[in-house]
């Protein structure tokens, strides 16, 4: 059982570039999720979807692209890098939304430079 | 909105003895759920208890406590016979219920440093 995978997990981008951040999961999850940490910080979420072709914003989306157009992956696209967006991605995700333990993948690490 | 403060940044504690992480936190929701996360070197994150708000007795995993004062909004977690791999980052995070459940809101963590 992989559990939530999460694809690469380092790059480096110059600015301006684009890139697109992997997330897979094999466990059926309903609820997937997005996370930045900026270094020496918490988590911030970024964007979440509840279920196939559903997404909505986080707390911090500007600059972020998702969809979700099946149940296992949930990409997160980056248009026209920034310095800003220098951090750690984590990609999550839980069965329902009724007390289940939230998985988390290995997180990507992202330098724009 | 949702905020969680961490006031402590780094916390040192000998092995085999007992540290307390501090956690304050502001909702005006009802329902939700607390979290302390561990995050070793290798960044993984890792759930180490969790506390239902609706729940008055303070859970337990091992040597890991909490407690929970709700009328102050506070969530400290209790680390008892401290052990070298237990060195980490810790975060508290609130999560609200329903369809809201993983949108955590996390703290500034607090890192733990176990000497021997």
């Known amino acids: 059982n992989a559990g939530v995978t999460q694809t690469p997990k380092f790059r480096i981008l110059k600015i301006g570039q684009s890139m697109t951040l992997q997330c897979t999961q094999d466990m059926n999850h309903n609820y997937m999720y997005w996370y930045r940490q900026d270094p020496g910080m918490g988590l911030k979420l970024i964007y979440y979807?509840?279920?196939?072709?559903?997404?909505d914003k986080g707390e911090v989306p500007n600059g972020y692209n998702v969809s979700r157009s099946t149940t296992e992956d949930f990409p997160l696209r980056l248009e026209l890098a920034a310095p800003s967006q220098t951090s750690v991605y984590f990609c999550?995700?839980?069965?329902?939304?009724?007390?289940?333990?939230?998985?988390f993948g290995s997180g990507t690490q992202l330098s724009v430079l | 909105a949702q905020t969680v403060t961490q006031s402590q940044p780094e916390m040192s504690v000998q092995e085999a003895e007992t540290v307390t992480l501090s956690c304050t936190y502001d909702t005006s929701e009802s329902n939700y759920y607390l979290f302390w996360y561990k995050q070793p070197p290798s960044r993984q994150m890792i759930l180490v208890i969790r506390?239902?708000?609706?729940?008055?007795q303070n859970a337990t995993e091992n040597r890991f406590s909490v407690n929970f004062q709700k009328a102050a909004k506070s969530f400290s977690l209790k680390i008892s016979d401290s052990q070298l791999g237990d060195t980490a980052m810790y975060f508290c995070a609130l999560g609200l219920g329903g369809t809201s459940y993983g949108k955590l809101t996390f703290g500034q963590g607090t890192i733990l440093t176990v000497h021997p």
């Open positions: 999550a995700s839980t069965w329902t939304a009724t007390n289940e333990k939230l998985f």
């Open positions: 506390q239902e708000a609706y729940k008055q």
């Open positions: 979807s509840v279920g196939a072709g559903i997404t």
